[in-house]
């Protein structure tokens, strides 16, 4: 090995807790690496370059950057963890099982960009609009895990199949919509499942992911802790959510409005019932408006509660049934639902 400090300095940053030992399952001949700052890592700690962000189980310091006017990205990134085929393509591979999407990013490029905006934003929330693959909300719990974050992610993607398969599919007779084809979409096919798969630390069969994550001692089989939830996006019909025939699938979308706390709450029967008081969820529904005064009472039994839907076409209505409830969110369905969510507001 090639030392770059003496022994008097390595006791000096061992007792600094700058200093870790990481078995090296790559080499036969060398069985651990060390890895320790420099010394003047305190200086650039005075400086504002770097910060402390916690401790590891082995005791040593979470050490990173600001992300600061002082730390800017250079034009070049020629380190062996920015291989697109190696910690892209190959690590894709080995979690959902063969070549289902081309040319992913290296996860450790995308999590080293991230980090350059969000090392001193641990409770961020990072919105990826063309997710592809997942490597964002990858990167992100792995960014987590790494200096004790809740950073979360949301990732959009659509469902659509690769040139060829629409052409395969299409001759055997399939169409966008059919199960055929909408099993072997992107967002089914890749994306959630790369997520479910490194969230629980195996691939798509099961099998424990085998390896540390580069650079440092967490195993992939580890996975992460931490949530995810998969929504499908459709467009429904103004006049069928004004007259309250699509209850069910807006309740996924007012769970969001209320914060998402908790599991989303799913609705089993077909006929709507009268309320819907979810403290679990920190939300509370009224469906129907002559059933208010057994509402009121409901909620407040559960003063968790802070989000609130009152259905009624009547603004009027509105106003008194929610002229109590100050300090919470009040919203009027499907009025605010459709002034916030609809496209075209002439159609």
Not at 17 to 46: G, H, M, W
Not at 95 to 109: C, E, M, Q, T, V
Not at 119 to 135: Q, R, V, W
Request: aromatic share 12%; hydrophobic share 35%.
């Amino acid at each position: 090995m090639n030392w770059g400090v003496t022994r008097e300095t390595l006791k000096k940053l061992i007792e600094k807790q700058v200093v870790r030992v990481i078995a090296n399952t790559k080499s036969p001949y060398q069985p651990y690496t060390v890895k320790y700052l420099s010394e003047n890592f305190e200086d650039k700690i005075a400086a504002g370059r770097w910060a402390v962000r916690g401790y590891r189980e082995d005791g040593s310091k979470i050490v990173v950057e600001t992300g600061g006017k002082l730390t800017r990205a250079t034009t070049v990134w020629k380190e062996t963890k920015y291989d697109a085929k190696t910690y892209g393509t190959v690590l894709l591979k080995n979690i959902i099982g063969n070549a289902r999407f081309s040319f992913p990013k290296s996860l450790y490029s995308v999590e080293d960009s991230l980090r350059y905006f969000v090392a001193e934003k641990p409770n961020s929330l990072i919105i990826d609009f063309f997710a592809g693959s997942g490597t964002t909300l990858h990167a992100i719990n792995l960014l987590n895990a790494e200096d004790g974050g809740h950073r979360r992610c949301i990732m959009v993607t659509n469902n659509e199949v690769s040139t060829d398969e629409a052409k395969t599919l299409t001759a055997q007779g399939y169409q966008p919509g059919d199960e055929e084809w909408e099993k072997l979409g992107i967002a089914r096919y890749v994306t959630w499942p790369r997520t479910v798969c490194s969230i629980e630390g195996h691939d798509v069969n099961g099998n424990p992911l085998k390896g540390n994550y580069f650079g440092s001692d967490i195993p992939m089989a580890k996975g992460f802790k931490t949530n995810a939830a998969f929504f499908k996006l459709s467009f429904l019909d103004k006049t069928s959510v004004a007259f309250g025939k699509q209850f069910a699938k807006l309740l996924p979308v007012l769970w969001m409005k209320g914060g998402a706390v908790g599991r989303c709450p799913v609705l089993n029967k077909e006929d709507l019932p009268s309320m819907l008081v979810l403290p679990d969820n920190k939300m509370a529904v009224l469906i129907d408006e002559e059933c208010y005064p057994e509402f009121d009472n409901e909620i407040r039994k559960y003063p968790e509660i802070h989000t609130i839907f009152i259905v009624t076409d009547s603004e009027k209505a509105y106003g008194e049934m929610i002229c109590n409830y100050d300090g919470n969110a009040c919203y009027q369905l499907y009025k605010d639902y459709l002034d916030n969510f609809r496209i075209n507001t002439g159609r």
